[in-house]
């Protein structure tokens, strides 16, 4: 495996994975790049968007979370979409750059460990139509997924979480095209645990984890998390 604990000891004396300047720590980087990342620090305490410093703190909720209802309980976010993570996001998506996937979800474990008041029993990924994943070579959700599983020692869903049906590429959508292209895009059987959460690079609209988790209650989950390495700014049109 990629990132088992032997390739994690193989950081110590190497230099950091960003500036290559200075000796990184355990996590692969160094501390000035560790602080220098774009940490997400206001977020919507239900879909972690970055809230506007103006919101009110007290209530920590962006307008759309205030107004309405959704099928995941909460999502997670490390980061903000900025850079370096609208660099080498896509990198590991597109290009099969799985070195940074390395340092990253070792810098997202310890950031889980700090923020999880109770641990899910399975973690799930997004899951890729047959085909997807054989051109692509890889699913980057998945990756992050077992690496996460590993270091925090919670088991993957296996087998139980299905894409039933392939679906345009997101990214030319706007949400509610997001949201109408997956809807029964995801199918969930078997017996589940009572809490998982679902593990993915970026949550760009919310769409994928609302369709996911729609999917993992439908089959008996109570409690469903989304975790993400990035969270995306909330889009114009949609700000209130
Ligand atoms: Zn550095
Ligand atoms: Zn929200």
């Not at 809230?51 to 703190?57: I, R």
């Not at 995941?72 to 099969?96: E, G, T, V």
Request: aromatic share 8%; charged share 20%; with cysteine.
């Amino acid at each position: 495996m990629l990132f088992n604990k032997v390739n994690l000891r193989s950081f110590i004396n190497q230099n950091c994975a960003l500036c290559q300047l200075h000796h990184c720590d355990t996590s692969g980087l160094c501390e000035a790049c560790h602080a220098d990342l774009p940490w997400l620090l206001n977020p919507c305490q239900h879909c972690a968007l970055p809230l506007n410093l103006s919101c009110n703190p007290s209530q920590g909720l962006c307008p759309t979370c205030r107004r309405g209802d959704s099928a995941y309980d909460r999502i997670r976010a490390a980061f903000q979409y900025q850079f370096p993570m609208n660099s080498l996001l896509p990198q590991i998506k597109y290009h099969q750059n799985p070195v940074a996937l390395g340092w990253l979800s070792e810098v997202f474990a310890r950031w889980l460990i700090s923020d999880l008041e109770t641990p899910p029993q399975a973690l799930a990924y997004v899951p890729m139509r047959p085909w997807r994943a054989l051109l692509r070579g890889f699913n980057q959700s998945e990756l992050l997924c077992r690496a996460l599983s590993q270091k925090l020692d919670i088991p993957v869903l296996e087998g139980a979480l299905k894409k039933i049906r392939s679906t345009p590429r997101q990214m030319t959508l706007d949400a509610e095209a997001r949201q109408r292209n997956l809807l029964n895009a995801f199918y969930a059987q078997g017996e589940l645990p009572r809490h998982v959460a679902l593990i993915d690079d970026i949550c760009t609209t919310g769409s994928t984890a609302e369709a996911i988790a729609q999917a993992l209650k439908m089959a008996g989950c109570e409690v469903v998390e989304v975790w993400v390495l990035a969270r995306t700014p909330q889009p114009r049109h949609l700000d209130e």
